[in-house]
Nanobody, 117 residues
Framework: QVQLVESGGGLVQAGGSLRLSCAAS????????MGWYRQAPGKQRELVAT???????RYADSVKVRFTISRDNAKNTVYLQMNGLQPEDTALYYC???????????WGQGTQVTVSS
């Protein structure tokens, strides 16, 4: 069954903003570090940001001052607020759950973000 469901991708002009959402099943969300990764055409998947159950965050240097990851534990949802988007941010964005205590991980199906110049 689908464990992670992303939404919020789309087409935006450079300098614009988008907010991605990822809804997870409660049993996974509450025991996972949640994160966002992205993969551009012809490139490897890369970390964008992660957030622990306690709210500690980590960002890729390329997005650190522009993107904000957050989680709503009551809604079992993780968000990625993306401001100041640039064409190089164009990629398929994946939600990730690291259920490290059980040595499990889960991926969403991906949501496309396209930034036009």
């Amino acid at each position: 069954q689908v464990q992670l469901v992303e939404s919020g991708g789309g087409l935006v002009q450079a300098g614009g903003s988008l907010r991605l959402s990822c809804a997870a099943s409660g049993s996974i969300f509450s025991t996972s570090t949640m994160g966002w990764y992205r993969q551009a055409p012809g490139k490897q998947r890369e970390l964008v940001a992660t957030i622990t159950r306690g709210g500690n965050t980590r960002y890729a240097d390329s997005v650190k001052v522009r993107f904000t990851i957050s989680r709503d534990n009551a809604k079992n949802t993780v968000y990625l607020q993306m401001n100041g988007l640039q064409p190089e941010d164009t990629a398929l964005y994946y939600c990730h759950a690291d259920q490290w205590m059980k040595n499990n991980e889960y991926w969403g199906q991906g949501t496309q973000v396209t930034v036009s110049s």
